[in-house]
């Protein structure tokens, strides 16, 4: 009955507590039976491996604690007692996990094991351990924002992260994470690694029903994808800023199916009156001097304009870098979400209309800005453009300020592009955006991995391999292009942006790790019609370039010019957007540094 008594979960009661009914049972058979043949759950054959490579790991971690107690001069009997186990957390964690998803694990270690001695030492006994070629793609970053290895283990991508327990010189594999006491000695960084895990169980339990939560979740991470609406880097809900949404949902809808929850989901987030934060338990101070968001204290966690909080102490706003402009495009997809959600209950419409993919390239925008890295290396290009595409948000968000763009919308992913090249001025030409030596047999790959970003290859299998062929003439160029959509006020008449352009690109160049004789930064313009046909797939209609109309000789030279239409025929000149037979008095080369 509707009046049964339900536990709150949450900062609030529930909205409603009715059962469902039969069309909403129907409306939820249907959305899991299209979840299933967009192969959105894995087969128990890719389960199995998973867990086989999680299991090699917790052995590795485990030799690693040994040997690097040992080094320390430790006795044998405190090294062979350490311990050491993994974690896991994010959508493997949740139980979300899809084809070819990532796995985000933790690797937890007693107190007298460094950080310096995880990133030396752990990748020599992962490759020593592991069965010989199962490790590739390996990355470390020690010094990112949160420190992280990356590799491939038998073919599953992996992001390890580093935890420290400063209170407890032995692990036990059995140890749980939930305890707030164990951030007790940490740093910041050392505290943010912990937490992805003590997230995801704080999550679990404040769900009324962890299925129905996973099914919602699944879809919501399903068409968020298909969207190319996800993604923190871009200033986009990443995967634990859709899942407290989904999970806050859920708490208001306790008895509710997923296919109710995603038509409420649609509903509520649309209307939210931001900058409230979505809060799943009220935000613990803690006992612990760590920081903790709050808008009253910090001015930072003031700027906040769509702040959605962990549960977990110390709770942190996982979307600070949404800007006004991702902002509008999200509520944009929210209203188109929540009229097919609506449709779908009425029997209008279909669940995988839902899951239409995104029209970014087709329809979405006439101007687009490109920014293009290239380095003469592969190793140095993935450093290089990581970099940039970390920053790729700072000039999205100055892009509308005093301009004349309305919006300014970063697609989610980069795409990586091979040149071969014969010339110096071949190889510069390239650096500058030209496409006349991409290596078209190699194909275009799109960075990233798994479910929430996606990927895909182009004209060719063998992006990433060596493209030369042994031939020392040829000089391999490797680009990675991120594009963003501008829209305009209306009635614009001209737009500049070389401050925006002149600032980002002395951001980025200003890193420690840039070197100019190997790499470049370019920033171009294009229009819809001029975009690369790599980045339309099959069956997609690439904009054509619209046809003059012919007038009279008496029409044209009595017309009067309307500059709403002339707005609408921008020539863009460097970094300078125009309309066409405008004087533009000043304009500064948007080269490549």
């Known amino acids: 009955m509707a009046s049964q008594y339900v536990k709150a979960q949450g900062v609030t009661g529930p909205l409603s507590t009715a059962v469902p009914t039969a069309l909403e049972l129907a409306a939820n058979d249907d959305l899991v039976t299209e979840l299933k043949r967009q192969n959105n759950y894995e087969n128990p054959e890719e389960t199995a491996k998973r867990s086989a490579v999680l299991h090699s790991l917790q052995s590795i971690t485990e030799e690693f604690v040994r040997q690097v107690t040992r080094a320390q001069g430790k006795p044998e009997a405190i090294a062979k007692a350490a311990g050491g186990k993994i974690e896991t957390f994010g959508s493997f964690k949740l139980g979300v996990i899809g084809p070819g998803s990532d796995i985000d694990t933790l690797v937890v270690v007693p107190k007298h094991i460094t950080k310096e001695e995880f990133f030396q030492k752990f990748p020599e ?49 059995d140890l749980k994470m939930v305890d707030s006491d164990l951030l007790r000695g940490l740093e910041g960084e050392e505290a943010r690694s912990l937490n992805g895990v003590r997230v995801a169980d704080e999550m679990l339990s404040l769900v009324p029903q962890p299925n129905v939560f996973r099914t919602a979740l699944r879809t919501i991470k399903l068409w968020s994808a298909r969207r190319a609406i996800a993604g923190n880097i871009y200033g986009f809900p990443g995967g634990v800023a859709w899942a407290i949404l989904v999970a806050r949902v859920c708490q208001l809808y306790p008895k509710a199916t997923g296919s109710t929850i995603i038509m409420k989901f649609f509903k509520i987030v649309d209307k939210w009156p931001w900058p409230q934060p979505v809060l799943l338990k009220q935000i613990e101070n803690g006992k612990l001097n760590l920081q903790v968001w709050n808008p009253k204290n910090s001015q930072s966690d003031r700027r906040h304009i769509m702040p959605i909080i962990t549960p977990a102490y110390p709770s942190m706003c996982t979307t600070h870098n949404v800007t006004r402009s991702t902002m509008a495009v999200l509520q944009k997809e929210l209203k188109r979400g929540g009229e097919i959600a609506d449709r779908v209950m009425d029997g209008k419409a279909k669940w995988k209309d839902l899951f239409e993919k995104h029209t970014f390239f087709t329809t979405g925008y006439k101007y687009y800005l490109c920014i293009i890295t290239a380095s003469t290396t592969k190793d140095t290009q993935t450093t290089w453009s990581g970099w940039v595409e970390s920053k790729v948000r700072l000039i999205v968000g100055r892009l509308t300020d005093q301009t004349s763009v309305a919006i300014a919308h970063p697609f989610n992913k980069g795409f990586n592009r091979a040149h071969r090249c014969r010339t110096e001025e071949q190889v ?15 194909g275009t790959a799109t960075t990233g991995h798994g479910l929430a970003v996606g990927g895909m290859v182009k004209d060719g299998s063998t992006n990433g391999e060596e493209g030369s062929n042994g031939d020392d003439n040829i000089t391999m160029v490797y ?4 594009y963003i959509g501008l829209e305009l006020h209306e009635g614009a008449k001209s737009l500049d942006l070389s401050w925006q352009v002149d600032d980002f690109k ?22 819809n019609y001029d975009l690369p046909d790599d980045l339309f797939e099959d069956g997609e209609v ?5 046809q003059k109309k012919k007038q009279s000789n008496k029409r044209a030279s ?29 304009v500064r080369s948007a080269g490549q540094y």
């Open 428 to 442: 510069e030409a390239v650096k500058g955006g030209s496409l006349d030596y991409y290596a078209k047999d190699m």
């Open 506 to 527: 002395h951001t980025c160049t200003s890193w420690d790790l840039y070197d100019s004789n190997v790499s470049a930064l370019h920033i171009a313009h294009t229009k």
């Open 479 to 482: 680009t990675t292009t991120h």
């Open 125 to 173: 006994v992962l490759l020593k351990m592991a069965p010989e070629g199962a490790i590739t793609e390996f990355a470390s970053k020690p010094e990112a924002y949160v420190p992280i290895m990356t590799f491939k283990y038998s073919g599953i991508d992996l992001d390890i992260l580093f935890g420290r327990i400063a209170g407890l010189s032995q692990i036990p594999r």
């Open 542 to 546: 690439k904009p054509t370039k619209p």
């Open 558 to 586: 009595t017309d009067v010019r309307d500059f709403s239409r002339v707005c609408l025929e921008l020539t863009i000149v460097g970094p300078h957007i125009v309309p066409k037979d405008t004087t533009l008095l000043v």
